[in-house]
């Protein structure tokens, strides 16, 4: 059952992708998409309302992890999680190359990790690669359509000129990096012998043509709130309630809106005391990436965590 929901998830997703490319072809002044502060703006919300719920849960996932190391006081938990927060948010402020290079490589290996894991299941050195490899079409399709643009915003994002050079000298670097994400999702595709290749399939294409019509935030948004979000809330959804789906997601969205609401407050605080020292439209893009690195590196340490120790048992 679960498969069919992956299955017409990812069609309806497709669909939305053409329709929403088509419009913006045939309307190429339609404002929102014209107005690059209002697009941020839409950008931020669907990110705070339906991108960071998908780790809203992490506050239960912990229980299973405090059980396993027998710690009663879950006060413990939110003490680490917002201490790695903080800690990356301080990092990049002093080594804004090196973190933005590390949060892209996690941030691939993530993606290509979840967004693949409900069709293959393995655990393999080489499995583990690939999966860095698949995900990184997230990093390479709008570095390949819109190259000036991705790097403006990895500038605001504080990545050294002299990488940014190099990226502009060496461009066959990324040409190189896209053929092989490409070759990730061939890979998985012959390791689930070709079942369910077309779901594979529209999912690169998907990605493929929001890059190409959208600038590279807007495609990012679309990607990262629609399609890993939502297939992600699925796969929560459906260990909440393995019996009825549609209780699963009622569920979901009641455990997951506190701490929705309360990462989102936290966001615009950010984005209030950042504005009194950058542009605005730079703003959003900091608040945006640095902070999906500061939410994604505990988020990832708690799933590891947990992935480990299901293993031992």
């Known amino acids: 059952m679960i498969k069919k929901i992956y299955g017409k998830h990812i069609f309806y997703f497709t669909l939305f992708t053409v329709v929403l490319s088509a419009t913006t072809l045939l309307t190429k002044n339609?404002?929102?998409?014209?107005?690059?502060?209002?697009?941020?703006?839409?950008?931020?919300?669907?990110?705070?309302?339906?991108?960071?719920?998908?780790?809203?849960?992490?506050?239960?996932?912990?229980?299973?992890?405090?059980?396993?190391?027998r710690i009663k006081n879950k006060a413990i938990f939110f003490i680490i999680y917002i201490f790695i927060s903080v800690l990356v948010i301080f990092v990049w402020s002093l080594y804004g190359t090196f973190t933005l290079l590390a949060f892209l490589l996690v941030a691939?290996?993530?993606?290509?990790?979840?967004d693949t894991s409900f069709l293959h299941k393995g655990n393999s050195f080489l499995d583990?690669?690939?999966?860095?490899?698949?995900?990184?079409?997230?990093?390479?399709?709008?570095?390949?359509?819109?190259?000036d643009e991705t790097l403006k915003i990895f500038e605001t994002l504080m990545l050294n000129k002299v990488f940014l050079t190099f990226l502009e000298i060496e461009h066959w670097i990324i040409n190189l990096c896209l053929f092989l994400s490409f070759i990730g999702y061939i890979y998985f595709a012959y390791r689930?012998?070709?079942?369910?290749?077309?779901?594979?399939?529209?999912?690169?294409?998907?990605?493929?043509?929001l890059n190409y019509i959208f600038s590279p935030i807007i495609a990012f948004t679309?990607?990262?709130?629609?399609?890993?979000?939502?297939?992600?809330i699925i796969s929560l959804s459906n260990e909440l309630d393995?019996?009825?789906?549609?209780?699963?997601?009622?569920?979901?969205?009641?455990?997951?809106?506190?701490l929705t609401v309360l990462t989102a407050l936290l966001?615009?605080?950010?984005?209030?005391?950042?504005?009194?020292?950058?542009?605005?439209?730079?703003?959003?893009?900091?608040?945006i990436f640095i902070g999906l690195a500061s939410l994604t590196f505990p988020h990832i340490l708690l799933e590891y965590l947990?992935?480990?120790?299901?293993?031992?048992?």
């Open 108 to 114: 691939s290996y993530h993606f290509g990790l979840e």
């Open 306 to 313: 947990l992935e480990i120790n299901e293993k031992r048992n």
């Open 192 to 209: 689930n012998k070709f079942d369910d290749f077309e779901v594979l399939f529209l999912d690169m294409l998907s990605i493929l043509i």
């Open 128 to 147: 583990q690669i690939f999966y860095l490899i698949k995900g990184s079409l997230i990093i390479f399709a709008p570095l390949f359509f819109h190259f």
């Open 30 to 69: 339609i404002f929102f998409f014209t107005n690059e502060t209002i697009a941020l703006f839409i950008c931020l919300f669907l990110i705070l309302s339906i991108g960071i719920s998908h780790g809203a849960l992490d506050n239960y996932k912990a229980n299973k992890l405090l059980k396993i190391y």
């Open 267 to 287: 966001y615009f605080i950010a984005t209030f005391y950042l504005s009194k020292s950058y542009g605005l439209n730079d703003v959003i893009i900091k608040v």
């Open 242 to 258: 393995k019996n009825d789906f549609s209780n699963g997601v009622k569920v979901f969205i009641k455990k997951a809106l506190p």
């Open 222 to 232: 679309v990607y990262f709130c629609f399609l890993h979000s939502i297939r992600h």
